[in-house]
């Protein structure tokens, strides 16, 4: 056989042999990410409300004692908090799609307004799902097989974005048991920020998954601010109440 002709066989062997490596690992690659995006969908929460009775520990420019606060969401309408200290009501904080209310019985301060409030001290711009999805243990971004790929890591399936972005980069960690997010971080390289959110425990109630402890960090070059939140008697689909009225003579906080 001609020497070219044997050659030229043996370096089409070798491309054929690359190629369906290739396609094979781009396949199993595609179904994995398909079944994790199916199941972690399937665990997303369908509830109409939940309620719950948290611990919330704030460190920041100053740290503050820990704190009770009760915790309410109707799901896609309205988030309520009301924060108390041995039985002293330190105030409330009512979101809706549409706005951010909050006042202060120590500062005798209320603000009412956007996401301007939340998003300053997240370090990152933020709406109402967003807000949600921190509560229920979900990614803030709704996870597609568009704009993130997957791989297996460890005890979870760790979520990265496609093509990087220049403002930020995101990442999600997917428990492999609760599929709800471990972890999930924002990072803005190009200012040094960083928003960081961890789950360490979940609880199954009525075959949902809730977190148990969720510890936020936001940090930029000048402020670093923390909040350690403990969940418990969590509640699902018990009929609500929002109440939620700015005392009169309080200071409204202008952004």
Excluded at 71 to 78: F, G, N, Q, S, T
Excluded at 168 to 192: A, G, H, M, Y
């Amino acid at each position: 056989m001609n020497k070219r002709i044997l050659i030229l066989i043996l370096a089409f062997t070798i491309m054929a042999c690359k190629t369906t490596k290739k396609t094979t690992t781009e396949n199993a690659n595609n179904m994995l990410l398909s079944k994790v995006l199916d199941d972690y969908n399937s665990h997303l929460f369908e509830k109409k409300t939940l309620k719950a009775s948290l611990k919330v520990k704030y460190k920041g420019e100053k740290n503050l004692p820990s704190v009770n606060a009760s915790l309410r969401i109707e799901k896609d309408k309205v988030i309520w908090l009301s924060i108390s200290k041995l039985f002293f009501s330190i105030g409330k904080l009512k979101i809706t799609p549409y706005k951010v209310q909050f006042y202060n019985n120590l500062s005798n301060e209320y603000f009412d307004g956007d996401f301007s409030l939340l998003s300053n001290f997240l370090g990152t711009e933020v709406d109402f799902k967003q807000v949600q999805r921190i509560f229920l243990g979900e990614a803030i971004y709704s996870l597609n097989s568009k704009d993130y790929q997957v791989k297996a890591e460890d005890t979870n399936y760790l979520f990265t974005p496609i093509k990087n972005d220049e403002r930020f980069n995101i990442f999600f960690w997917l428990d492999v048991n609760t599929f709800k997010t471990s972890k999930q971080e924002i990072r803005q390289e190009k200012e040094n920020k960083l928003l960081s959110i961890q789950y360490s425990e979940f609880e199954t109630i009525q075959n949902t998954n809730l977190p148990k402890h969720i510890y936020i960090l936001a940090k930029d070059n000048k402020t670093t601010n923390s909040i350690d939140i403990n969940y418990k008697n969590i509640i699902i689909d018990a009929p609500l109440r929002f109440p939620f009225s700015i005392p009169e003579g309080y200071k409204e906080i202008k952004l």
